[in-house]
């Protein structure tokens, strides 16, 4: 049993009593989400319901694959699994989600700025920001997330100042914001 929002690749090994071992990798295609099961699986975010507001929208931003750093394993599925999750509280026209290549700082500007902007009824909107990936500190009071094409050298430039990000969503005015930032500001890899 698994559950996947995407397509996937599952590897089936089999050892025989002789110690031979064979493995095949098969693919997974998800045409079309379906779910017949007797029991609910404990992180499948397909299941979460909740009172819904039409008006809430998402920035969703994962970025496992840098161009200047080390990777950060994981973070484009953990903003993967996230979206899933989003659909059963925002319209998918309200969610924007930025993976690896596509969370340029650019991007991800666009994202926060221009798309965002034009999504939020001032008042009436719920906000979620998910980030998951790098974070540098400048100092004890400026940090960054970076993006998949930051420079750690140059992170006023090329990075998303944190306070920065604040002050612009607070700026359009939405009934609530929740920031969800998995991320840590030691310059260090999840391998260490």
């Not at 998951?132 to 004890?140: C, K, R």
């Not at 998949?148 to 969503?169: C, G, H």
Request: proline share 4%; charged share 25%; hydrophobic share 40%.
């Amino acid at each position: 049993d698994l559950y996947s929002p995407f397509s996937t690749q599952i590897t089936i090994a089999a050892t025989d009593t002789f110690g031979n071992r064979n493995e095949i990798v098969v693919e997974v295609e998800i045409k079309e989400q379906t779910v017949i099961a007797e029991k609910l699986e404990p992180l499948n975010p397909s299941k979460i319901r909740r009172n819904v507001n039409p008006n809430t929208v998402a920035i969703i931003i994962g970025i496992e694959k840098y161009d200047k750093i080390v990777s950060s394993p994981y973070s484009n599925l953990d903003a993967k699994y996230f979206t899933e999750y989003v659909k059963n509280v925002a319209s998918s026209n309200n969610i924007i989600t930025l993976v690896d290549d596509k969370a340029s700082r650019n991007e991800s500007m666009v994202a926060l700025v221009k798309d965002l902007r034009a999504k939020i009824n001032p008042e009436v909107s719920d906000v979620l920001i998910f980030f998951s990936g790098h974070g540098l500190a400048a100092n004890e009071k400026d940090l960054y997330l970076m993006t998949n094409d930051s420079d750690s050298d140059l992170l006023e430039f090329t990075a998303l100042n944190r306070q920065e990000i604040i002050k612009i969503v607070a700026s359009y005015k939405p009934k609530s914001v929740t920031m969800f930032l998995d991320t840590c500001y030691s310059g260090v890899s999840r391998k260490g």
